[in-house]
């Protein structure tokens, strides 16, 4: 395993940083000011335009998909480094690069499932950042961690299928450029596979018996960043049959194959997340004073911020070894890995933020620095994608296949 940086990889962060610096972090106190003024929330702040439009100049597009025919033909070993600078300001970053959940999943399933309408209708657009998409998967009245108990009911019609069903927490949904939902459910209920049930679907927003019903706060944010995670309603909802994506009873292997590359590219962006805060904590050390001399010079903030940057060391060569992996022996072959990093990446970075919330006192919990978004953005990773508990579970059950 070799994870020194190629020429490309050093060209293209060379240029982000240079793009961080002089336009994203800047941007930042821009984004929150120009959103009070906005008609409404969900609406995008006109500096978030500019900042696409200058990322686009600047070659820094589409860097996550390694379909070289849509996206920037980057390795996920590749993208790591990259996907872990924008982490530092995930609310802006990665939307500005178009590299944000869920569009990144959806534009990965588009390309490798969808047919050549589905992505002349919309793959074309979500990768030129014209559009935004969701995922609809979760719902609230179901155990969500286990996919098989999704309720949602696609009902085949002549041809048209019918939706059914409610789901909640779907990222995007909010945001007025959203034009179409990626929709999870069942097909087959009755099927004696319990994972040949599911199939997903594309549905368009404005289809009629589509209702976005509310809006999710997260720790009581709004998360403008994604379009905000809203309640969705599919009230007998009729697309035509040509909006199936793949094959009927082939969801529950579509959403694996999102998942994994969604799983890495979130791990990525939280290291880039702790590294913010571990920046921001020894700048608050060595900037203030208590019981007469420096918080640099005590030694329990010594602990916090060795104990940090010894953390996030480790979970880079993971997270580095897992990108490595999935570029050699597939998503498939890195399944341990993906889930070893999906455990530990965000329970550790959320660690790592709390110190930092803890060195800068009611500033940490304050609007004035990111530190309490960035911790609430960064547990909710302890549930997206699969639960801590669900990747433990598959986990423990391979390793003790071996001795079994």
């Known amino acids: 395993m070799d994870f020194a940086m190629d020429a490309r990889t050093e060209e293209l962060r060379e240029r982000l940083l240079d793009f961080m610096d002089a336009h994203v972090y800047p941007a930042e106190a821009v984004a929150e000011e120009q959103r009070a003024e906005l008609a409404s929330p969900w609406d995008t702040p006109p500096v978030v335009e500019e900042l696409k439009a200058e990322a686009r100049r600047r070659g820094l597009w589409n860097l996550f998909l390694p379909d070289g025919e849509y996206g920037a033909g980057l390795t996920n070993l590749q993208y790591a480094p990259l996907a872990e600078i924008t982490g530092r300001s995930p609310h802006l970053a990665p939307t500005a690069l178009n590299c944000a959940a869920p569009d990144t999943g959806n534009m990965e399933v588009l ?21 935004r998409s969701a995922f609809a998967m979760t719902e609230p009245d179901v155990a969500s961690s286990d996919a098989t108990n999704i309720e949602t009911r696609i009902e085949r019609d002549g041809g048209e299928y019918v939706v059914t069903g409610r789901k909640w927490y779907i990222s995007g949904a909010m945001n007025p450029d959203c034009r179409v939902f990626i929709v999870m459910g069942k097909t087959d209920p009755d099927g004696p596979d319990v994972r040949r049930q599911q199939s997903m679907l594309l549905v368009p927003r404005d289809t009629p018996g589509v209702e976005v019903r509310r809006a999710m706060r997260v720790y009581g944010y709004e998360d403008h960043s994604h379009g905000g995670h809203a309640e969705v309603v599919f009230d007998r909802a009729r697309v035509p049959v040509a909006n199936l ?18 799983r890495i590219h979130h791990c990525m962006r939280l290291i880039g997340m702790a590294e913010r805060a571990i920046e921001l904590m020894c700048r608050r050390a060595v900037s203030r004073t208590a019981f007469g001399k420096p918080l640099a010079a005590q030694g329990q903030v010594h602990a916090w911020i060795a104990d940090a940057r010894v953390a996030v060391e480790q979970l880079r060569l993971l997270v580095l070894k897992t990108a490595w992996l999935m570029d050699t ?48 953005a960064a547990r909710t ?24």
């Open 329 to 376: 022996v597939g998503n498939r072959g890195a399944h341990t890995e993906i889930q070893a990093i999906k455990i530990a990446t965000p329970r550790t970075v959320v660690d790592v933020i709390d110190r930092a919330v803890q060195l800068h006192g009611a500033g940490g919990v304050s609007q004035d620095f990111p530190l309490a978004e960035l911790w609430a």
């Open 111 to 131: 390309a490798q499932f969808g047919t050549p309408e589905q992505r002349e209708r919309w793959l074309e657009p979500l990768l030129a950042g014209e559009i």
């Open 245 to 262: 994506v793949g094959e009927e009873g082939g969801g529950f292997a579509i959403a694996q194959a999102r998942l994994g590359p969604g």
């Open 381 to 404: 990773l302890r549930l997206a994608d699969g639960p801590d508990e669900v990747h433990q579970r598959s986990l423990a059950r391979r390793e003790l296949r071996r001795y079994a």
